[in-house]
């Protein structure tokens, strides 16, 4: 935990360079995690790289299909920032309240959104790192080929925020059932299947096709796909894709920023900060 | 004796009350279940078929009890692993993991008693729902016989063998949570050898057999669709294998328990100080 002395209040500038000060510090702490995680990192690459090949085969037949991977990277990438945030969100802030260091940082002078988007921060560093290893391996490796374009980063950004947004409700969602960690790894489940990784979303029958477009990642997904099979980016605005994923990464970072605030607050009230 | 049972007992009961608690856990993953495994049917060696968009959704009776027979021991392996390892973590980071040693029964056996029952308990609630579900869709048809608990108790201890294996690299290296999901869906998809849905090449089947599910399984489904002896001793799904597959994933279960315990101990991180 860092302790940094308080500003006092008028100095607009000064409380402004606190606050940043306060989300590196969050920040610089989940790197420093990370690089003590480094060994388990690359484990995890490699077992997300091999399940993915061996849903690949299995939808193949044995047989690995180029054309059908190159539908579903977008998916897995999507699927490892977003498996990332919750699983280590949820994981981290267990940890924390279990060993009795998320009461301590309630003493931090830092507001409740300076912890999240330290966190979030922390989180997307890791999911990120994964994901970019694992694509450009899965890209060169079969040299799967896609049409780039550079106003791709405007799903693929979005994605990472909504994917991020489901890791804080996951993370939210843990402060008030500390227990909660089992069940993430059927939603996780859910969004790899649903994503976009196993199969294009476009293939699911109707109903299942719409209610896969409620999942974290799955408009952000197909919005990329579009973009990567040479359309460009009003096409996606167009289909109405881009508009809803706006929608749905607005919804979801609000509800996982409320239900964090709201759950802390509640924890610090009737003493839940600690092991339960 | 007395004292090891009692000691047992206790475990169980601890994790019987842990599973209650946890009670509207199962009823959100029910569903979850259910979802997956029925899309999870139709896409089978269909890749040229969903590139070319002509993939048709359909579900016929055989291939989902199938797909139903095939769910259930993962539910089970789920069931058992991933919350061993969130427990075993908790303990771990709120310091009660050290009481693990002061009680007279091995660690691996307080370890894994702890869970198995609760386990089972579960898998049994959510694979009647399951069935109740699924049956509203498409028939299922089983051949039902006593022999099925031969190989569903060799899966149980396959699956004892693979928690403890998760939980002596918990001890050692703390939070695996990822690798936990990754190497549960590996099992997942090298599974799909022993499940007659899809024709996969015969490395594939080969390599199988030495994953923790495929043997059981094979067993399994031979008796449910086949009407075939859980005794048989040889062929896929053969009663040596299967035997010699889960006591190797058990023994290498205690050995990691054992060794983990070790190194923990050595290094103090046996809780967080």
């Keep these: 935990m860092t302790a940094i002395r308080a500003v006092p209040s008028g100095h607009a500038w000064a409380a402004f360079g606190l606050q940043a000060r306060l989300v590196a510090n969050e920040t610089t702490k989940g790197a420093k995690l990370l690089w003590r995680r480094r060994g388990r990192m690359v484990a995890t690459l490699v077992s997300y790289l091999l399940t993915y090949l ?150 699911f029958p109707g109903p299942g096709h719409i209610v896969a477009r409620f999942f974290p990642t799955t408009l952000g997904v197909e919005a990329t796909r579009t973009m990567l099979s040479g359309k460009p980016l009003s096409a996606t605005w167009a289909d109405g894709t881009l508009p809803w994923l706006l929608v749905h990464t607005a919804v979801l970072l609000t509800l996982g920023w409320v239900l964090y605030v709201t759950f802390i607050r509640r924890a610090y009230r009737q003493g839940g900060l600690g092991p339960q | 004796m007395r004292s090891y049972a009692t000691a047992v007992g206790n475990e169980i009961y601890k994790g019987l009350r842990f599973a209650w608690a946890e009670r509207l856990q199962i009823l959100i993953e029910l569903p979850m279940f259910v979802i997956i495994m029925l899309f999870m049917g139709p896409i089978m060696g269909q890749a040229q078929q969903i590139v070319s968009g002509s993939l048709k959704w359909s579900l016929n009776s055989e291939s989902t009890s199938i797909l139903v027979a095939w769910f259930i021991p993962f539910m089970f392996f789920y069931l058992q692993v991933v919350k061993m390892f969130w427990r075993l973590v908790a303990e771990r980071q709120a310091g009660t993991l050290e009481q693990v040693y002061l009680s007279p029964l091995p660690s691996w056996l307080v370890i894994a008693a702890g869970r198995v029952v609760a386990a089972v308990v579960e898998t049994l609630i959510v694979a009647a729902g399951m069935f109740a579900i699924v049956r509203i869709i498409v028939p299922l048809h089983f051949h039902l016989m006593v022999s099925v608990l031969l190989p569903v108790l060799l899966m149980i201890v396959t699956a004892v063998g693979v928690s403890l294996l998760v939980a002596g690299a918990t001890l050692i290296w703390g939070r695996i949570e990822m690798i936990t999901e990754s190497v549960l869906l590996l099992m997942f998809v090298g599974s799909v050898g022993a499940v007659p849905l899809v024709s996969l090449p015969d490395w594939w089947k080969t390599f199988g057999r030495i994953l923790p599910v495929n043997t059981s399984l094979e067993s399994l489904l031979g008796v449910l669709f086949q009407g075939r002896s859980a005794t048989t001793l040889w062929g896929p799904g053969g009663l040596v294998w299967v035997l010699i597959v889960a006591a190797a994933y058990l023994a290498a279960g205690i050995f990691a328990v054992s060794l983990g315990g070790k190194i923990a101990k050595r290094r103090g991180t046996l809780s967080r100080y």
């Design chain 1, 54 to 203: 061996g849903f690949s085969l299995l939808v193949g037949g044995g047989h690995l299909v180029r054309p059908l991977m190159a539908l579903t990277v977008p998916g897995l990438l999507a699927y490892v920032v977003a498996g990332t945030a919750a699983l280590q969100g949820s994981g981290g802030i267990a940890e924390e309240a279990n060993s009795g260091t998320l009461e301590q940082t309630q003493l931090s002078p830092a507001a409740q959104s300076v912890h999240i988007l330290g966190r979030l921060a922390a989180l997307a560093m890791e999911g990120l790192l994964v994901a970019a290893v694992a694509g450009v391996l899965l890209i060169s490796v079969f040299r799967l080929s896609f049409h780039p374009d550079p106003a791709v980063l405007v799903p693929v950004l979005l994605t990472v925020v909504s994917a991020l947004g489901y890791g804080l409700l996951m993370t939210a969602l843990t402060v008030r059932v500390l227990s909660i960690g089992a069940i993430i790894h059927i939603t996780n489940a859910l969004i790899l299947f649903f994503g976009g990784t196993v199969l294009p979303v476009a293939v």
